[in-house]
């Protein structure tokens, strides 16, 4: 496992072939819907490390299996991480059914790199459940959503990073609303009420869905119980209709699209006639692996951009 | 001339060392000893096992019974530990935090066996537990039960065992870990609000005696090779104590307002290098603390001059206590008055000092207080930020420090030359203490037992004071433990924040930009950035070295991986893994790397890791270097290899050799 992590983050050119060879059988083989994979973000300090070990504890006595992807967003590729704020407690870090990988955060701009979707990608074949921790900083939630079947928004109460949420217009994207800290009182239940009325002004793309605000206390375990049944209820709720497949199908255009925008620009999005008309191709386009689209499109890009000169 | 006979001298502080090792029995002789050659009270080493709450036979125990400080698993231990040493005469300090509720219970047991009644009983539990989160390490449960265990034996001990200090808030354990004078004031003072804020709550503690509970807070403080800045700040933490236990908690008489500290001299600028060195520095640090009459430290214990090596033996610890019994007894320090009382220099110092102290500490008490700030990692952050400062002071030659950054060259020490000069714990001490653990076991009524830990738990949950059910839970035969899983069940375990954050530092040198480009030429060839694991496997809480392994490490372009303390090898190596790192720095300081750095490795064979590389960094005797390297291991650091800048270099070396080989 940490072996085919070690290959998709490999950046020598042979690697990087045999990585996306890997990743595209691995994409077409996969089943479906597989792993649950799921976001959690939210400000630093809001609790995000501390409760995926209450949710470890939770779910590896029933069988489950856990993987973690924890993203630091604020270090880049050539500068150096630290990356030691893995998880909080050692509820099982030397349990084989659990797997834990930071990476750094890699691109200049700030987003998830094509690791962190290979990552996802790669441990969802083995494990049930996949959960990414990312810092929420605007970007990257948006970012985190196109990998995830559900995002779960984590609130630090008393702390104005709701407010902040809310103004950013960010407030649509989160399936599962937390407010971590239950334990601290009142405080807690005000941010709770905060978020419901901010919810209630908004609209949603999924209108089927209405994103429970739950109270949670990572330090003693109140509410991570029916945290993971919301997530369940959730699964459910995608799976019903095929939501799933369209939400991955969304996902992995939107996907294709930002890794397309990030490494050529919006010069090279022209050169496949826009960004209307990529979206088109890729709808009708079969290929299941966003992988191998995000090769092929760069391809044709970068000989466009040859031809041009 | 005056007549000798005739001069009046102030009575000398407390007399101690600190020590404590392989078995009650060994230590008890050990105790007797120092006190036939004129020590004049105690002070208890414990071992790792009993400061973390676990048993001799506990997984995590593995290599550490006995090693840094005496096990103390049941109430037979501790009459063992005192046996023949009259408990109602003698000043016993214990340096024991999260479990001292259990162990001041022991000793409270014991007591009561020999016939002494626990009114009697005079000492100290160190009992600050915030400073473990920051520095020392051996925490077990989350910050606010822990503070509830205190208040409770605050509250207890203050009819009960009306002589007992029941928390040494402790500055020591800080400036070892880097802290400034400043800090030191501010955070220790914050801690000892949070305890009398917490007590002055509490509906069975009235308030007519929070000023005898506000008279028995005492401080364990360091003294450190600045000795002039030294006597200012305790001359500003007697007067801001003074100030602040009128203003907070309304106490009006002065002697229960005074300032009573406890002191260890700094060893964190003792030397590897020109050891004998030391001893000097040994002699000026403690000026810091006696010199000033009006702010002298009520008791004081001395390192010794081979503190950077490994554990003192007899004879080391017998030339520390030499220092304090010349100073008291053969200049004339204790004949004058204050010395220093009016002068304007001493003066001017010590308010910039209080000052800077009380805003600091104003800043920790609007956070929140200290709870808050240990677990938003301010104060722990603002320490390593302290000590990265003073490596890097040291490394580019900023701050002189003789024998090892300046005035190398010299004659080999006679101390040292081809001597073993340092304390080795038998490694039959650890298996002895698990074979008296299960007689033990086998020896007491096991209904008592599970009774006792039934009511402690019953206690607890409903609010309770842990101490009358813990006394009873020693008397039944309830092991170290058994008391703690007992809690843990009912608090949880907790894992401090690293205080090793990601905010990248300017200004680095040349030598440290050439090792970046090394760095980066390297993570090139490899395909992803150079990977670091820096683990601390053990219950060793020594996180100085590795903290500012990390940051160097980031600093030169690596990704590193670092969690903290206390890791079994187990979790180490599956991390390791996950992670898929190049290379794994082991930090190790508890004396344990024998057992340890062997389980990595064959935990990592056993993984199909055997090719990754492994270095070692800590307290590593030449001849255990030796046999770590061949065994396998890379490299091997010390004390001495205070230049971070070149061990980076060689984990560039390292790791290009082992992606060579492949
Ligand atoms: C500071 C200190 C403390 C501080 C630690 C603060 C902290 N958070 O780190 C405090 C006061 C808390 C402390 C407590 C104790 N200490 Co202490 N402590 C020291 C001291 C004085 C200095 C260590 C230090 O921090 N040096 C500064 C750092 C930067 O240096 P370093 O760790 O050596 O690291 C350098 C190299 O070794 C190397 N390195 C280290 N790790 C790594 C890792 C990698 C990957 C690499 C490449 C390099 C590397 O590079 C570093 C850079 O120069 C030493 C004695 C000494 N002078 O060395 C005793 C010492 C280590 N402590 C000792 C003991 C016994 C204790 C206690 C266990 C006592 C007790 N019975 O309770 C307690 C409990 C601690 C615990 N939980 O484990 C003993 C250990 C004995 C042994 N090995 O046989 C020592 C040697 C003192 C002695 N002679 O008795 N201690
Ligand atoms: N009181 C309380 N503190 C919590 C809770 N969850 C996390 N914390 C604390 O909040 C701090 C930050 O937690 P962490 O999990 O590292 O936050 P992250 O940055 O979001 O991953 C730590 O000190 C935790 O102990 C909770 O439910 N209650
Ligand atoms: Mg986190």
């Not at chain 1, 699209?257 to 386009?285: H, K, P």
């Not at chain 2, 910050?143 to 808030?169: C, F, G, H, Q």
């Not at chain 2, 954050?501 to 970046?516: F, I, K, L, S, Y």
Request: hydrophobic share 40%; proline share 5%; charged share 25%.
């Amino acid at each position: 496992m940490a072996e085919a992590l070690n290959l998709t983050d490999d950046q020598r050119p042979e690697r990087q072939a045999a990585a996306l060879k890997l990743l595209d059988i691995l994409e077409r083989e996969a089943p479906f819907p597989g792993a649950a994979r799921i976001g959690i973000t939210g400000a630093p300090g809001a609790g995000k490390s501390t409760l995926l070990d209450a949710l470890v504890r939770e779910l590896r006595p029933r069988g489950e299996t856990v993987a973690i992807v924890a993203v630091d967003p604020s270090s880049q590729r050539t500068g150096g991480a630290l990356l030691g704020d893995r998880i909080r407690l050692r509820s099982g870090s030397s349990d084989p059914g659990v797997f834990i990988r930071s990476m750094a955060a890699r691109d200049r701009l700030g987003g998830l790199s094509d690791a962190t979707h290979a990552g996802v990608t790669i441990l969802a074949l083995v494990f049930d459940r996949v959960f990414i921790e990312t810092v929420g900083v605007g970007q990257s939630e948006a970012d985190v959503s196109r990998l995830v079947d559900t995002l779960v928004f984590v609130a630090n109460p008393g702390t104005g990073d709701v407010l902040q949420f809310m103004k950013a217009g960010l407030l649509e994207l989160p399936d599962i609303f937390l407010v971590n800290k239950a334990d601290a009182g009142p405080i807690a239940e005000r941010t709770v009420s905060e978020l419901e009325s901010g919810l209630s002004l908004g609209e949603r793309s999924d209108a089927a869905w209405t994103p429970p605000v739950l109270l949670t206390s990572a330090r003693d375990g109140s509410g991570v119980h029916q945290f993971v049944e919301a997530l369940d209820a959730h699964r459910r709720h995608l799976q019903n209709d095929d939501r799933i497949s369209q939400r991955r199908g969304e996902a992995a255009r939107a996907l294709v699209i930002g890794a397309l925008q990030r490494r050529y620009g919006s010069f090279g999005l022209q050169q496949l006639g826009g960004l209307a008309s990529l979206r088109s191709r890729l709808a009708e386009d079969p290929t299941p692996s966003a992988f191998t689209r995000i090769a092929r499109l760069g391809a044709e890009i970068e000989e466009a951009l040859r031809k041009s000169d | 001339m005056s007549d000798r006979s005739e001069r009046k001298r102030d009575r000398p502080w407390v007399f101690r060392t600190y020590s404590g090792h392989s078995s009650a029995r060994a230590s008890n002789e050990l105790y007797r000893t120092n006190l036939a050659r004129g020590q004049t009270g105690l002070s208890v080493a414990f071992d790792l096992p009993t400061q973390t709450g676990v048993d001799s036979d506990h997984p995590l125990a593995r290599g550490e019974v006995g090693k840094v400080g005496v096990p103390i698993g049941h109430v037979e231990d501790m009459s063992a530990l005192f046996e023949g040493i009259p408990l109602d005469q003698m000043n016993t300090s214990m340096t024991i935090n999260s479990t001292a509720a259990w162990l001041l219970s022991l000793y409270v047991a014991a007591a009561e066996r020999s016939g002494v009644d626990a009114q009697k009983l005079q000492g100290t539990t160190q009992n600050d537990i915030i400073k473990e989160y920051l520095s020392r390490g051996t925490y077990v449960f989350p910050p606010e039960p822990s503070m509830r265990l205190i208040s409770d034996m605050v509250a207890y001990t203050v009819d009960a065992i009306p002589k007992w200090n029941p928390i040494n808030v402790c500055s020591y354990h800080l400036q070892e870990a880097g802290a400034t004078p400043v800090q030191e004031i501010a955070y220790s003072f914050a801690t000892a609000l949070a305890v009398l804020d917490a007590v002055k709550a509490r509906d069975d503690v009235p308030d007519e005696a929070i000023p005898r509970v506000v008279g028995r807070i005492s401080f364990f403080l360091n003294s450190g090779i600045r000795f002039v800045e030294e006597i200012c700040k305790v001359r500003a933490m007697a007067e801001l104590w003074d100030q602040i236990t009128k203003e907070r908690y309304g106490v009006e008489d002065p002697k229960l307002r005074r300032f009573r500290y406890g002191v260890q001299v700094n060893s964190l600028g003792l030397t590897e290098a020109q050891p004998e060195n030391n001893v000097i520095r040994i002699v000026l640090e403690t000026l810091g603390v006696t010199a000033s009459k009006k702010a002298r430290c009520r008791a004081l214990q001395l390192p010794a001059w081979n503190e950077a090596l490994g554990l003192p033996r007899p004879w080391d610890q017998q030339w520390s206590l030499r220092i304090q019994q010349i100073l008291a007894y053969e200049t004339d320090l204790l004949e004058y008055a204050d010395l220093f009382d009016g002068s304007f220099v001493v003066e001017a110092k010590t308010r910039e000092l209080l000052e800077e102290a009380r805003t600091e500490m104003e800043k920790v008490l609007a956070m929140g207080g200290v709870v808050a700030a240990v677990e938003n990692a301010y104060m722990k952050q603002r320490l390593v930020e302290s000590q990265t400062a003073r490596s890097r002071a040291i490394e580019v030659g900023d701050q002189i420090v003789v024998g090892v950054n300046r005035f190398t060259e010299a004659e080999p020490s006679p101390l040292v030359e081809g001597k073993q000069s340092i304390l080795k714990v038998d490694d039959a001490a650890e298996r002895e203490q698990i074979e008296r653990l299960n007689a033990f076991r086998n020896r007491r009524n096991p209904e008592e037992v599970a009774a006792a830990l039934t009511n402690l738990k019953d206690v607890l949950s409903s609010g309770g004071n842990v101490m009358p059910a813990s006394i009873r839970a020693a008397h039944a035969g309830v092991t170290t433990g058994e008391w703690s899983d007992a809690l843990r069940e009912l608090f949880g375990e907790y894992r401090a924040p690293t205080g090793v954050v990601a905010r990248q530092t300017n200004g680095a040198g040349p030598r440290t930009q050439a090792v970046r480009e090394r760095v980066r030429a390297l993570s090139e060839q490899l395909g992803r950035p150079l990977k670091v694991l820096i683990g601390k496997p053990g219950l060793d809480g020594h996180s100085n070295g590795a903290e500012q392994i990390a940051v160097k490490a980031r600093d030169v372009g690596m990704e590193v991986v670092y969690e903290g303390i206390r890791l079994t090898p187990a979790e180490i190596v599956q991390s390791a893994r996950d992670e898929g790192v190049h290379v794994i720095g082991l930090s190790i300081l508890s004396g344990s790397h024998g057992v340890l750095v062997t389980d990595v490795l064959a935990l990592l064979k056993d993984a199909g890791l055997s090719g990754l590389p492994v270095v070692v960094g800590g307290i590593i005797p030449d001849e255990d270097a030796e046999t770590l390297r061949d065994a396998g291991v890379s490299r091997v650091y010390t004390p001495k290899d205070f230049d971070l800048t070149r061990i980076m270099g060689e984990i560039v070396d390292v790791v290009a050799e082992s992606s060579a080989d492949h």
